[in-house]
Every structure is written in structure tokens, then in C-alpha cells.
């Protein structure tokens, strides 16, 4: 008599024996080992693996084994090993299939959008807690999977898990389609900025340079000043902003204004005074001016590693 059976069609055999590996500690292996219900003893089961067929026969050991008593914890045993599964493994080739489907007949680079969707799903790894928090998402998301794999399990005994993944898991893929949704968008931003960058990169090459050397100094928090040759601040006529501000179709802000008027005194070279070498501004100067942007990091100021910046002397 069989407890439940797992059908893993078009799965390697590599794969199937992982998660056979999973499904024994789960259940078999040592308590201490696992990593959900840790005060569950072993259950009185055996594991076939029948690799010719592809398929996993979960065998009850009578008398031990109780459906009341061992049946529900076993379910949820198998539904966790099978989630988790899915969201470690299969979730890159799942959002993949979405994309494929969703940027079908547009212009739209599905191979990029699923890099977006792979960053905000797992998070950035150098942000603080960043880590921490991808693994609570992850974690809920094999939840997702997993409560709505245990209803089937309780009422079929046999379980074809790639056509499970197929046509089930509803909730769990209507979250990635929302995360594919947000990355979509967030590509399209990105590409409007590249061409931004593109054009006024253009712009800058078509212009007649008006100064030798601007200095682009960063004051408290992520404000920026523009001085002369003599550190002495530059008065700039902001004939560019408006132009600017059209390119972006939007209001003006501190990058803006500085781009501007980097625009407006058109300098022969720009040396860079910051702290943070990987702010939008910063990154925008150097990727507009080319070699004409430079970071300093020999004057007084910029050796300074307090909170705030020395003023030169």
C-alpha cells in the first residue's frame, strides 16, 4: 500500500534524487538536521525512488504508521520539500516562461527583465538587512506554495509534479507576474534614462568647451556646488535646465540642475569632490563627460573620512 506517489516527468535524474535527499531528512533523518517542525519524530515510512520511472513511492510502515496521527504532519512535510524546491530551484525557469508569454510580440528584452526580476526578488546582497530580508520573501513564498500544494495532496494519492507546476500554484504565480510587471517597468525606465544619456552625451560633443577646469564639490548630505578654478562658486546661467527638463519630461531636480549647468559652463574638465562615488549624479557627470569627469581623491577634502567634508584651504 502506498501512501502517496511523486511523478517527476521531464526532470533529470540529479534533480529527483535531491529531492528525494530532502524528502528523507525531512522525514527520516535526523530531527536536528531539519528545518521545520524540529520536535516531529522520524514517521514510519519508507522511500522508494524508482529512477526508470521517474517516480518517488512514500510506503506507510504498518502498524506503526497512523493516518490521523501521521498522515497531516507527512502532507506538510511533502508540500514544504516541494516548495522550497520550486522557489530555490525552478524559479528563475518559472519567471522565464511568464516573460515569455508576457513580452511575446513587443520589443521588450525578456532576457534582461528577467535579471530585474532575479535583483528584486533576492534583493540587493550590499544593502543593509538586505540578505535578511530576501530570505523571509523566499521563505514566504515557499509558504505560498506549499498551503496550496497540501488541499491537493490531501485528495489525490498521486502527484504529477511537472504538470503540477504547469497548470496549479496560482497564487505563487501571480506574484512573480506582479514582480515582472514592476521589473518591466523598471527597464523601460532604465532604457528612457540610457537614451537620455545618449542624447545629452551628443549635445555635450556638439558644444564648444567655454572653461578650462570646473570643480564639482558635494556639501552636506547629497547637495553639489560647482566652483571655479579657485574653489570660488560658479555662476552659471541656467539656460540648459529647461531643455534638461523636457529631455526628462519632468520637473527639475538636483540632478538636473547640475547636469545643467555643467551643460551651461561646458568645461574642458571636471574634477569630482565626493564621499560617495556611486550617487545618481556622480555616476550621470561621468557617464555624460566621459574622461573629461574625474574623481579626486588627493586634496585635503577628499582624504577627509569624517562625516562632513573639509572646506579647502
Request: glycine share 2%; proline share 4%.
Amino acid at each position: 500500500m502506498r501512501f502517496l506517489t511523486l511523478y517527476f516527468y521531464d526532470f533529470n535524474h540529479q534533480d529527483v534524487q535531491h529531492i528525494q535527499e530532502r524528502l528523507k531528512q525531512e522525514m527520516l533523518g535526523d530531527i536536528h538536521k531539519r528545518n521545520r517542525l524540529k520536535q516531529q519524530p522520524s514517521f514510519p515510512i519508507s522511500l522508494q525512488f524508482k529512477p526508470n520511472e521517474y517516480r518517488i513511492d512514500i510506503i506507510p510502515q504498518f502498524p506503526e504508521f497512523q493516518l490521523l496521527k501521521h498522515g497531516p504532519p507527512m502532507l506538510e512535510a511533502i508540500a514544504f520539500v516541494l516548495g522550497q524546491y520550486i522557489v530555490d530551484e525552478r524559479e528563475d525557469e518559472i519567471i522565464a516562461q511568464l516573460l515569455r508569454k508576457r513580452c511575446r510580440q513587443t520589443n521588450i528584452d525578456s532576457d534582461k527583465v528577467a535579471k530585474y526580476c532575479h535583483n528584486l526578488l533576492n534583493n540587493d546582497p550590499w544593502e543593509p538587512l538586505g540578505k535578511k530580508f530576501s530570505d523571509e520573501d523566499r521563505a514566504r513564498r515557499r509558504n505560498k506554495v506549499s498551503e496550496e500544494l497540501i488541499p491537493y495532496l490531501e485528495e489525490y494519492t498521486e502527484l504529477d509534479f511537472s504538470g503540477y507546476m504547469a497548470f496549479r500554484m496560482h497564487s505563487y504565480k501571480q506574484e512573480l507576474k506582479e514582480v515582472i510587471e514592476y521589473a518591466i517597468d523598471e527597464y523601460i525606465l532604465d532604457q528612457q534614462y540610457e537614451e537620455f544619456m545618449t542624447l545629452l552625451r551628443y549635445f555635450v560633443q556638439l558644444q564648444e568647451t567655454r572653461t578650462e577646469l570646473v570643480h564639482l564639490v558635494q556639501e552636506q548630505g547629497s547637495s553639489f556646488i560647482l566652483c571655479d578654478e579657485h574653489m570660488k562658486p560658479l555662476e552659471i546661467k541656467h539656460e540648459h535646465d529647461r531643455i534638461v527638463a523636457e529631455m526628462l519630461e519632468t520637473e527639475i531636480n538636483i540632478e538636473d540642475i547640475v547636469i545643467s549647468s555643467l551643460i551651461s559652463a561646458s568645461p574642458q574638465k571636471i574634477i569630482v569632490h565626493t564621499r560617495h562615488e556611486d550617487y545618481q549624479v556622480v555616476r550621470s557627470v561621468k557617464a555624460i563627460f566621459g574622461d573629461r569627469a574625474q574623481i579626486c581623491n588627493t586634496c585635503p577634502m577628499c582624504r577627509h573620512k569624517h562625516d562632513e567634508l573639509l572646506p579647502f584651504q
